[in-house]
């Protein structure tokens, strides 16, 4: 099992980023590059304890979609999603929020497993790690950018309250 550990410091309340971080509209707009969009479930607003969506995007020059569901849900503190369908053997990502005096530190802990044993274990070391933790740090820095600044009041949901 292939695990991705990353800290972002974010100078906004925990609520905010919080919600922006299950946003599914400011996930689209941070995951820009690979032209994600969530085409089932939860399509817009924010996703909760129990909720599914199916996004789908490109990577790696082949469309996919990819079924994750809420199974953890504690507001403002954490929030996992796990796969339920798609490229995946296995996927886990579990989002942390702390309040240190007015400031968020996010974490995020993303466990994954290709298929096809062996042969997926040596893409997830050699290329998948590396390509899924330049997704996840260029998420972070725009999901920072928008909780800093006033572009966090467009995405609908009642975003901080």
Avoid at 42 to 52: P, R
Avoid at 104 to 121: A, H, Y
């Amino acid at each position: 099992m292939a695990l991705i550990e990353l800290q972002t410091v974010i100078d906004a309340p925990v609520e905010r980023v919080f919600d922006l971080a299950r946003s599914i509209d400011a996930h689209q707009d941070s995951a820009e590059g690979t032209h994600e969009r969530a085409v089932a479930g939860v399509t817009s607003g924010l996703i909760g304890f129990g909720e599914e969506v199916t996004w789908e995007a490109r990577h790696f020059g082949i469309t996919q979609r990819l079924s994750v569901k809420i199974t953890k849900f504690d507001r403002p503190r954490h929030f996992q999603d796990v796969i339920l369908k798609g490229a995946f053997h296995r996927m886990q990502h579990d989002h942390y929020f702390e309040d240190q005096d007015g400031r968020t530190i996010m974490r995020d802990r993303f466990e994954f497993q290709s298929p096809l044993g062996p042969l997926g274990r040596i893409f997830d070391a050699v290329v998948l790690t590396h390509y899924m933790r330049r997704f996840l740090v260029k998420r972070n820095a725009i999901l920072k950018q928008a909780a800093e600044s006033n572009a966090w009041e467009k995405y609908p949901g009642g975003i901080g309250l």
